[in-house]
């Protein structure tokens, strides 16, 4: 089972960027589809943005413009850029691996430990 790490939160104020990165300890070309999942405080946890092999990605209604999530196949990982960061953006990150059937995100395997990320209004 492949093992995905995620580093690169932190503190930001509003406004700012922060590049989040997920890396595996497999080949992640075998997913169809990887992602990334957030889950704030005393909310349930919710899909901001996927990304297939062919590049074709989709994003949660409220990040659309301001993340890009992208892959890099050879180096097995998976990254979001995250721009115009707002205070409800603030939750813990998940990378997660994923297959891709027709407009569905479906995540397979488990959660790694997740990436902080704050946004101080």
């Known amino acids: 089972q492949v093992q995905l790490v995620e580093s690169g939160g932190g503190l930001v104020q509003a406004g700012g960027s922060l590049r989040l990165s997920c890396a595996a300890s497999?080949?992640?070309?075998?997913?169809?589809?990887m992602g990334w999942y957030r889950q704030a405080p005393e909310k349930q946890r919710e899909l901001v943005a996927w990304?297939?092999?062919?590049?074709?990605?989709s994003y949660v209604d409220s990040v659309k413009g301001r993340f890009t999530i992208s892959r890099d196949n050879a180096k097995n990982t998976v990254y979001l850029q995250m721009n115009s960061l707002k205070s409800e953006d603030t939750a813990v990150y998940y990378c997660?691996?994923?297959?891709?059937?027709?407009?569905?995100?479906?995540?397979?395997?488990?959660w790694g430990q997740g990436t902080q990320v704050t946004v101080s209004s």
């Open positions: 997660t691996a994923g297959q891709y059937t027709p407009g569905v995100y479906v995540r397979v395997g488990g």
């Open positions: 497999g080949r992640i070309s075998s997913f169809t589809a």
């Open positions: 990304v297939r092999n062919d590049g074709v990605t």
